[in-house]
């Protein structure tokens, strides 16, 4: 059974790094068909890709935010980090990883509002 | 970036009634098409991917067709649960993609 959960501040201030983390279990992150992505969705809003990354390695980030973004996986703690540098109001949303399949993410985690304010 | 357009934004039906989402992409994304429902407060769950092949454990109801460009969701007869909000999502190419969301809503 696939479960993934996302972790990590609900606030922070503007222009603060933002450090989330996505537990999993169910699944290995070592191949190359594996991956985590993570997917923010602002209140009320649509859903937005940001970054994925392969259990071989190969990450692909938004070109809108590749500048800000960081994903890194610890495989010895089935973990997968987004880090998203110099945070703006804008960025407030709650933050989803997923794991992804034939390109399609199958399995999501419960999600983790961020609230970025001053 | 491929650009996901769906339409309608919202709509209203009854249960028992029949229901089409179209998606649109700005380019050639082949099967690489996926469908989502969204519950308040819930995460996204997959429903269809790779144009129409259906997810685990979704109701036969469900049933989607396309290629290239073109893209539908059925909902074949509405129930009560299946009121929510879907998403399209193309994984032709990075960046990924989804589209602006279809409110599906109790008349």
């Known amino acids: 059974q696939i479960t993934l959960k996302e972790s990590g501040p609900t606030l922070v201030k503007p222009t603060q790094t933002l450090t989330l983390t996505c537990t999993f279990s169910?699944?290995?992150?070592?191949?190359?068909?594996?991956?985590v992505g993570w997917i923010r969705q602002p209140p009320g809003r649509a859903l937005e890709w940001l970054a994925l990354?392969?259990?071989?390695?190969?990450?692909h980030y938004s070109p809108s935010l590749q500048n800000r973004l960081i994903i890194t996986k610890d495989t010895s703690k089935n973990q997968v980090v987004l880090t998203m540098t110099n945070v703006d109001p804008v960025d407030t949303a709650t933050y989803y990883c997923?794991?992804?399949?034939?390109?399609?993410?199958?399995?999501w985690g419960q999600g983790i509002l961020l609230t970025v304010s001053s | 970036d491929i650009q996901m357009t769906q339409s309608p934004s919202s709509v209203s039906a009854s249960v028992g009634d029949r229901v089409t989402i179209t998606c649109r992409a700005s380019?050639?994304?082949?099967?690489?098409l996926a469908w989502y429902q969204q519950k308040p407060g819930e995460a996204p769950k997959l429903l269809i991917y790779?144009?129409?092949m259906l997810h685990s454990g979704v109701p036969s109801r469900f049933s989607a067709s396309g290629s290239g460009t073109d893209f539908t969701l059925t909902i074949s007869s509405l129930q009560p649960e299946d009121f929510a909000t879907y998403y399209c999502?193309?994984?032709?190419?990075?960046?990924?993609?989804f589209g602006q969301g279809t409110k599906l809503e109790i008349k």
């Open positions: 997923a794991h992804r399949h034939l390109g399609y993410f199958d399995y």
């Open positions: 169910g699944f290995a992150l070592t191949t190359t068909e594996v991956a």
């Open positions: 990354i392969y259990g071989a390695g190969e990450i």
């Open positions: 380019q050639d994304v082949r099967h690489w």
């Open positions: 790779a144009t129409s």
């Open positions: 999502q193309h994984a032709a190419a990075y960046p990924y993609t």
